[in-house]
């Protein structure tokens, strides 16, 4: 049902929607509990009196919902609890920056061999090409050039 056609409903029928006919009511009912009527409540309550006549087996309603619940509570979770827990989730994390920090301090133990050489031909008098190639051997009489 539509705003306009709810809107020439309630000119015809009336405002009050409990006095409609019953396919009328119906719609009625279901597009104000959808979000148009201003009052959610009142919605709301007539739904609960409307759904209340309505006959039905609560026996076997019970019997599927509990069904239901104990077909969930069989089935194993996907993860364990205890990775779920506040604790163990803190314990995952705690190992995932332990290892992302070893990672790191490898990377930069690699990167740091090369400049570590390049700083040792630097200070022994060494020249160091700028494109990062091998080091040029200084002539014995240029030692004391620094």
Same mark, same amino acid.
């Given at each position: 049902?539509?705003?306009?056609?709810?809107?020439?409903?309630?000119?015809?029928?009336?405002?009050?929607?409990?006095?409609?006919?019953?396919?009328?009511?119906?719609?009625?009912?279901?597009?104000?509990?959808?979000?148009?009527?201003?009052?959610?409540?009142? &919605?709301?309550?007539?739904? #609960?009196?409307? +759904? *209340?006549? !309505?006959? %039905?087996?609560?026996? @076997?309603?019970?019997?599927?919902?509990?069904?239901?619940?104990?077909?969930?509570?069989?089935?194993?979770?996907?993860?364990?609890?205890?990775?779920?827990?506040?604790?163990?989730?803190? &314990?995952?994390?705690?190992? #995932?920056?332990? +290892? *992302?920090? !070893?990672? %790191?301090?490898?990377? @930069?133990?690699?990167?740091?061999?090369?400049?570590?050489?390049?700083?040792?031909?630097?200070?022994?008098?060494?020249?160091?090409?700028?494109?990062?190639?091998?080091?040029?051997?200084?002539?014995?009489?240029?030692?004391?050039?620094?």
């Amino acid at each position: 049902m539509t705003r306009d056609e709810f809107e020439k409903n309630r000119r015809r029928f009336g405002d009050d929607i409990d006095a409609w006919p019953l396919p009328f009511r119906r719609e009625a009912l279901e597009f104000m509990a959808l979000g148009g009527d201003a009052d959610p409540d009142g &919605a709301l309550d007539r739904l #609960v009196r409307e +759904a *209340a006549f !309505v006959d %039905g087996d609560d026996q @076997a309603l019970a019997r599927k919902v509990m069904a239901r619940i104990d077909a969930a509570a069989a089935r194993p979770p996907l993860l364990p609890r205890f990775l779920v827990a506040p604790a163990g989730f803190a &314990a995952c994390a705690v190992v #995932v920056l332990v +290892a *992302a920090s !070893v990672a %790191g301090y490898q990377v @930069a133990r690699l990167q740091d061999e090369a400049q570590d050489s390049e700083l040792l031909a630097l200070a022994s008098g060494a020249r160091v090409p700028d494109d990062g190639g091998p080091a040029i051997a200084t002539d014995p009489g240029e030692e004391g050039a620094l």
